[in-house]
C-alpha cells in the first residue's frame, strides 16, 4: 500500500473516491482520524486537539470531490486507531476481540499462537495489528482464517 499524498487542489472522481485514500492515509500512518460526511463535503479530522485536517467539497455540478483545506502538522502522537474495525470488518469494539480470543483458545492450539491472536486482539494499533495478523497468516493459515472470517458479536 502506497502511501497517499494528499494536497490542496487534488481532484477525486467521486466522494467515496476521497474516502478511500482518506482512510488508507489514516491506516498508513497510524493516525486516529474520523471521517464526517456532509452533504456535498466530506471532513477528514484528527484526534481532538489535532489540527490536522483535510476538506474536500463537491465541484459545482460535477460528481468530482476537490480537496480544499489541507493542514498537514499533526500534534498528536500516532496510536489509537479505530480503523481496527475496518480490518476486522462486522467488529464493533475491540472488547468483543477477547470473545474471538476466547473460541479461538479453545479451537487451535499452540502457545506461541495463542500469544500471537492475544498480541494482535489486544492492541489498538492498526500497523502492530496486521504485522500479528501477518504472522498468523504465515504459521497457521487454518487459525488466521477462522479469525479473519469470524463475525464478531455482543
Ligand atoms: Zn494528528
Known amino acids: ?6 494536497s490542496v487542489g487534488l481532484l477525486f472522481t467521486c466522494a467515496i473516491d476521497f474516502r478511500d485514500v482518506a482512510r488508507k492515509y489514516a491506516i498508513k500512518n497510524g493516525r486516529n482520524m474520523f471521517i464526517k460526511n456532509e452533504k ?7 484526534s481532538v486537539g489535532c489540527p490536522w485536517v ?3 467539497a463537491q465541484v459545482r455540478n460535477e460528481k468530482t470531490f476537490q480537496v480544499r483545506t489541507y493542514h498537514a502538522e499533526h500534534t498528536c502522537g500516532r496510536g489509537l486507531v479505530p480503523t481496527i474495525e475496518e480490518l476486522l470488518p462486522n467488529s464493533k469494539h475491540r472488547h468483543c476481540l477477547r470473545h474471538v480470543y476466547n473460541n479461538f483458545k479453545q479451537k487451535f492450539n499452540g502457545l ?13 494499533n492498526v500497523p502492530s495489528f496486521s504485522r500479528h495478523m501477518k504472522w498468523m497468516k504465515e504459521e497457521d493459515r487454518n487459525a488466521y482464517n477462522w479469525l479473519a472470517s469470524k463475525p464478531v458479536v455482543h
Open 112 to 124: 506461541a499462537l495463542k500469544d500471537r491472536v492475544c498480541k494482535a486482539t489486544s492492541t489498538s
Open 40 to 46: 456535498d463535503k466530506v471532513r477528514v479530522v484528527c
Open 54 to 56: 483535510v476538506y474536500a
Open 1 to 6: 500500500m502506497s502511501n497517499p499524498q494528499l
